[in-house]
């Protein structure tokens, strides 16, 4: 009983709080209704515009699809066998088809675009038109296809024949150049660069120095031409020669040519190749082009 007396003390409110607590009730009450039976969502603006273009595009996209199913198939014939509707439907003039229906009473077929042209006697305009449609028998496209192969194996070996002409290097300009194969405007300004930069060429090794040049384009090159030195051309006396001419060939440069007058000057003069590759720093791998510009 004491214990019960001590927890009703908490259950004792006055005329007042006894008055809010009703009151708080009815609020809870109201929100509650307000809360199930009120529409919060704010109302959707609608445009005119909108729906008049989302009602046109509906339209569109149904005349699209209409269209697309409208959409004729094509599909691929033989022209040997084109009757008078098929040769009106494909634009065809009646002359045109005649003169391909009395071909064919002769029991002759046409085997390519071009003879259909030749017999009909069509325009080009049309024939692009309409050609991509045909389609001749299989044996047709071998022995088109052989013939094809035939004739480009008769004009190799007509080539083959033909007699080449070996020229001089030397002599060569740009316009002998550019006819190997291979070698265009840009190689052979840089095949001509390289002949004023050594004098002349002694060797036709010293196209294997020439940068973009391929074995079967050097190949190409040692066919149609050879060295033959100008009547003008002169060797460096080796023993001889000056410091400024020995550095301003192009096969030494300065520290070389300073090392082969030190050399010279100390040892004598060089009997052979083999003494002036004992120099340090001599390009031995290209002994034997230098050696060919070379007098001892």
Known sequence: MANLKTLAIYFKFTREQRTGIFLLFVIIIILQMVYFYVDFNLPEKTFPEKEQWMSLQSEIDSLKFIKDEEKPKFYLFNPNFITDYKGYKLGMSTQEIDRLLEFRKKNKFVNSTEEFQQVTKISDSLLKVIS?????????????????????????????????????????????????????????????????????????????????????????????????????????????????????????????????????????????????????????????????????
């Not at 389609?135 to 190799?156: D, L, S, V």
């Not at 060569?172 to 001509?192: F, M, N, P, V, W």
């Not at 009997?271 to 050696?291: H, R, T, Y």
Request: aromatic fraction near 12%; include cysteine; glycine fraction near 4%.
């Open 132 to 296: 991509p449609l045909f389609k001749f028998p299989g044996w047709i496209q071998k022995e088109n296809n052989f013939k094809t192969e035939q004739k480009e194996f008769i004009r190799k070996a007509d080539i083959k024949k033909e007699k080449i002409v070996i020229l001089n290097i030397n002599d060569a300009t740009q316009e002998d150049l550019i006819k190997i194969y291979g070698i265009g405007e840009a190689l052979s300004l840089r095949i001509l660069k390289q002949k004023e930069v050594v004098g002349c060429f002694v060797s036709m090794e010293q196209m294997n120095d020439i940068w973009g040049l391929s074995p079967e384009v050097i190949a190409e090159l040692n066919s149609h031409f050879k060295v033959i030195l100008p009547a003008s051309f002169k060797k460096i006396a080796i023993n001889d020669a000056s410091l400024k001419e020995l550095s301003q060939f192009f096969y030494f440069r300065y520290a070389l040519a300073k090392q082969i007058v030190t050399y010279r000057s100390m040892n004598g003069n060089f009997q052979n190749i083999e003494d002036l590759s004992k120099i340090k720093g001599f390009p031995v791998e290209k002994a034997k082009i230098i050696s060919l510009y070379l007098e001892f």
